[in-house]
């Protein structure tokens, strides 16, 4: 009832009938490759990011700490996600976060500036605000931006804000955000003077704290 050999193969000459085999094969392996990698990728991707998240729970943060540790993971790279899930994760974070955070809502800043601070250990540090390359949340009269430590200095605190484009509008009634552990949130009033388009020294009234 039916033929023995399917026609559609072995129709024609001897060499075209190889030919359409030999492809068939190929289109079995490379799609079974790709099937594979695709596969492996997708278990990478949820291995690394189940780390990410045990790195984050050890360092003691919240769940909605957590979250948006996972939101930053979910919109790199497929390599920036095996740099940022190995052991380079606080150096990796400490060089790309002010480009993500630029992009962020702003009602999220405190709970990414607390879990950055504990994630990257500067919660728990016992010596006085701003030290190199800690981050803070800075406000600018209406303006709010994320910004990181570059220069702690003597007096004045050099630090660089997560601008996409633009300048900075105005240095009047400036306020810097840091996180501690022990006393939460800590917001300092101070003086201002800009630096570069993106960054400016911030003389802090240190006896001015608002916790």
């Known amino acids: 009832m039916f033929p023995e050999r399917p026609v559609w193969i072995w129709q024609g000459n001897q060499e075209f009938v190889l030919l359409k085999l030999f492809l068939l094969l190929l289109f079995f392996y490379l799609s079974f490759r790709l099937s594979a990698y695709i596969t492996r990728r997708i278990e990478l991707v949820r291995m690394h990011s189940k780390r ?11 769940l909605e ?110 306020r810097v955000t840091a996180f501690r552990s022990q006393k939460g949130l800590q917001t300092i009033r101070g003086g201002a003077r800009m630096a570069s388009p993106s960054s400016f020294y911030f003389l802090p009234e240190l006896t001015n704290h608002k916790d």
């Open 65 to 174: 700490e957590r979250n948006l540790l996972q939101l930053f993971y979910n919109q790199l790279d497929s390599r920036h996600r095996v740099v940022l899930a190995h052991n380079h994760a606080k150096e990796y974070l400490r060089q790309y976060l002010l480009t993500y955070v630029s992009s962020l809502d702003k009602a999220d800043f405190p709970s990414f500036l607390t879990l950055i601070s504990k994630f990257l250990g500067t919660a728990n540090d016992p010596r006085p605000l701003f030290h190199l390359r800690e981050f803070a949340i800075v406000q600018m009269g209406p303006k709010t931006y994320f910004a990181q430590v570059v220069d702690p200095g003597a007096g004045e605190v050099r630090l660089k804000l997560g601008l996409t484009k633009g300048t900075i509008p105005s240095l009047d009634q400036v």
């Open 52 to 62: 990410l998240d045990r790195l984050a729970f050890r360092a003691g943060c919240t």
